[in-house]
């Protein structure tokens, strides 16, 4: 049958490759997160040019990521994994010879540039790769993959950087792509692009029209919108109601675990049919909504709250989302389809942070938790109006 996924003994082995290519794209994005002060970050001078090498990372990302899914669907998502992750290593071995900072801005766009490539490609590859029945299985366990790259990407960065600087900690990234590439090689089998009709501008945009795209897509933004701000001002939340560094890094840590334990959970529950798309999407929103309105309570126990429903509403809707755009999109389109969806998680990642962050500037930052809790807990509310509707 066109597009069924080669035989294999083990279909679970095929997917472990792409996991690592998920944690790779997450560890590679924030792994520097934590580079400032360290021994030898004189090229870290200030939280600007932090800011600044985090966003030509996301940057590079959402300008490419539509761009290199559709060359998956034209050559085969394969060979663009493979070649991202290659170009990942380069990129990264660039900085760890050069070890200038004019090197470092370009090493980062070169990372970001890579990422582009290989991230929508391995998630192709899930859907492709896996029964159609188990895609909610596949992607909770890349999604918990990726999470695990961005929970330790700081801490495990900033271990390097303790220990070696910048250029040991772009060297082990490197490292760890030619690692996750060579596995790839051996591991993932030859997936043929398929054949595919002719395609305008006009019909693409009446595809990405469709609810079956555009209702996952904006969940999976909102629900990185609310994971973002969550680990960006749930600790100036703790640090203004008095609490100390260990306090809100752990609430942090407890967003991140909740929300990588949870997904696997969540696509079980889909593939045995315990949940649906729309219910499970409603309610994952409902449970974020909720977290962000919890960080409004005083003291511990409300930063803790949220920190555990904004991971949990997180974990809920990722794997569900991309299940759901993997069943609803034509096989030979779909890593187009990821690249796009891709591109409207960075939107959300972006987005959440600046429309809370600018709330807070006329208002205070509890009414910026406020409001983005509205859009998130308004959007269930529409899709049961959608429902009772037909």
């Given at each position: 049958?066109a597009?069924?996924?080669?035989a294999d003994e083990?279909?679970?082995?095929?997917?472990?490759?792409?996991?690592a290519?998920?944690f790779?794209?997450?560890?590679?994005?924030?792994?520097?997160?934590?580079s400032?002060?360290?021994?030898?970050?004189?090229?870290?001078?200030?939280?600007?040019v932090?800011g600044?090498?985090?966003?030509?990372?996301?940057?590079?990302?959402?300008?490419?990521?539509p761009?290199?899914?559709?060359?998956?669907d034209?050559?085969?998502?394969?060979?663009?994994?493979?070649?991202?992750?290659v170009?990942?290593?380069?990129?990264?071995?660039?900085?760890?010879?050069a070890?200038?900072?004019?090197?470092?801005?370009?090493?980062?766009?070169g990372?970001?540039?890579?990422a582009?490539?290989?991230?929508p490609s391995?998630?192709?590859?899930v859907?492709r790769?896996s029964?159609?029945a188990?895609?909610?299985?596949?992607f909770?366990?890349?999604?918990?993959?990726?999470s695990?790259?961005?929970t330790?990407?700081?801490?495990?960065?900033?271990?390097?950087?303790w220990?070696?600087?910048?250029?040991?900690l772009?060297?082990?990234?490197a490292?760890?792509?030619?690692?996750?590439?060579?596995?790839?090689?051996?591991?993932?089998?030859?997936?043929?692009?398929?054949p595919?009709?002719r395609?305008?501008?006009v019909d693409?945009?009446?595809?990405?029209?469709e609810?079956?795209?555009?209702?996952?897509?904006?969940?999976?933004?909102?629900a990185?919108?609310?994971?973002?701000?969550?680990?960006?001002?749930?600790?100036v939340?703790?640090?203004?109601?008095?609490?100390?560094?260990?306090?809100?890094?752990?609430?942090v840590?407890?967003?991140a675990a909740?929300a990588?334990v949870?997904q696997?959970?969540?696509g079980?529950?889909?593939?045995?049919?315990r949940?649906?798309?729309?219910?499970?999407?409603?309610?994952?929103?409902?449970v974020?909504?909720?977290?962000?309105?919890?960080?409004?309570?005083?003291g511990?126990?409300?930063?803790?709250?949220?920190a555990?429903?904004?991971?949990?509403?997180?974990g809920l809707?990722?794997?569900?989302?991309?299940?759901?755009?993997?069943?609803?999109?034509?096989?030979?389109?779909?890593?187009?389809?990821?690249?796009?969806?891709?591109?409207?998680?960075e939107?959300?990642d972006?987005?959440?942070?600046?429309?809370?962050?600018?709330v807070?500037t006329?208002?205070?930052?509890?009414?910026?938790?406020?409001?983005?809790a509205?859009?998130?807990?308004?959007?269930?509310?529409?899709?049961?109006a959608?429902?009772l509707?037909r």
């Amino acid at each position: 049958m066109a597009g069924r996924p080669p035989a294999d003994e083990h279909p679970g082995r095929r997917l472990w490759p792409l996991y690592a290519a998920g944690f790779t794209t997450a560890f590679g994005a924030h792994g520097v997160a934590a580079s400032l002060g360290g021994p030898s970050s004189e090229a870290v001078t200030s939280l600007l040019v932090l800011g600044g090498l985090l966003a030509l990372y996301d940057g590079a990302e959402v300008l490419l990521k539509p761009l290199f899914g559709t060359l998956a669907d034209r050559i085969g998502a394969r060979p663009v994994l493979l070649g991202g992750l290659v170009a990942f290593a380069a990129a990264s071995a660039l900085y760890a010879v050069a070890d200038s900072s004019g090197w470092l801005w370009a090493a980062r766009l070169g990372q970001g540039a890579a990422a582009s490539a290989f991230s929508p490609s391995a998630s192709a590859l899930v859907a492709r790769l896996s029964p159609a029945a188990r895609h909610g299985r596949a992607f909770g366990g890349y999604g918990f993959y990726k999470s695990l790259g961005y929970t330790l990407g700081p801490l495990l960065g900033g271990v390097l950087v303790w220990a070696g600087g910048l250029r040991l900690l772009f060297a082990v990234m490197a490292v760890l792509a030619v690692a996750v590439a060579g596995w790839a090689a051996l591991a993932v089998p030859a997936v043929p692009p398929l054949p595919r009709t002719r395609q305008t501008v006009v019909d693409l945009g009446r595809r990405l029209a469709e609810r079956t795209f555009w209702q996952p897509t904006a969940a999976l933004a909102a629900a990185t919108a609310a994971l973002s701000v969550g680990v960006g001002f749930l600790p100036v939340t703790g640090a203004v109601a008095g609490l100390g560094p260990v306090a809100t890094g752990a609430a942090v840590s407890v967003l991140a675990a909740c929300a990588a334990v949870v997904q696997p959970v969540a696509g079980r529950a889909f593939d045995a049919g315990r949940i649906t798309t729309r219910s499970g999407l409603g309610l994952g929103l409902a449970v974020a909504a909720a977290g962000l309105a919890c960080a409004l309570l005083p003291g511990l126990a409300g930063l803790l709250a949220a920190a555990v429903l904004i991971g949990a509403g997180t974990g809920l809707i990722t794997p569900l989302g991309f299940a759901a755009l993997a069943a609803s999109t034509p096989r030979e389109r779909l890593g187009q389809t990821m690249g796009t969806a891709e591109l409207g998680r960075e939107l959300g990642d972006a987005g959440g942070p600046l429309l809370v962050a600018g709330v807070a500037t006329v208002a205070t930052l509890a009414h910026g938790y406020a409001a983005l809790a509205l859009l998130l807990a308004v959007a269930p509310v529409v899709m049961l109006a959608g429902r009772l509707r037909r």
